[in-house]
C-alpha cells in the first residue's frame, strides 16, 4: 500500500425514509461504512464523510464534497471518477457515492450544492 488514504470529491447521497434510508439528517462527521462491491458482499471500507460548519445533508439530499477513505489492499483500482458505491449503516442501504474526482493527497476542498 503506497498512501494510507484516497481522497475524492464525491456526489454523496442519503435515501430518503420512504426509499428505506435514514429519518433524520447527517451533521458533522460521519463515518458510515462504505461498500463498493455490491449488496450481498460485507467487504466494507472505512470512509469519512465531513460537512461544512453547520451543514447538514437532509434524506433525500445530495452534497459534493471531498472525502477520504483509509486504503487497503481490496480497494485498488475500484476508485475512480464515475464509480458509485453503497453507503450503509451496518447492513442497511442508507445512500450513494460517486467519485467525481480523485484528488491529491491533502486536499481538504470541500464543495457547496
Request: aromatic share 6%; charged share 25%.
Amino acid at each position: 500500500m503506497r498512501d494510507q488514504t484516497i481522497t475524492v470529491k464525491a456526489r454523496i447521497r442519503l435515501l430518503s425514509k420512504a426509499e428505506g434510508g435514514r429519518a433524520s439528517p447527517i451533521r458533522g462527521s460521519f463515518r458510515p461504512n462504505h461498500n463498493f462491491f455490491g449488496a450481498d458482499d460485507r467487504e466494507m471500507t472505512i470512509g469519512q464523510i465531513d460537512l461544512p460548519d453547520n451543514a447538514e445533508l437532509q434524506p433525500g439530499a445530495s452534497i459534493d464534497l471531498a472525502m477520504t477513505f483509509l486504503n487497503w489492499p481490496g480497494l485498488e483500482g475500484q476508485i475512480y471518477p464515475g464509480r458509485e458505491w453503497r453507503i450503509q449503516e451496518g447492513a442497511r442501504l442508507i445512500g450513494t457515492g460517486t467519485v467525481l474526482e480523485v484528488l491529491p493527497a491533502g486536499n481538504g476542498l470541500t464543495v457547496e450544492t
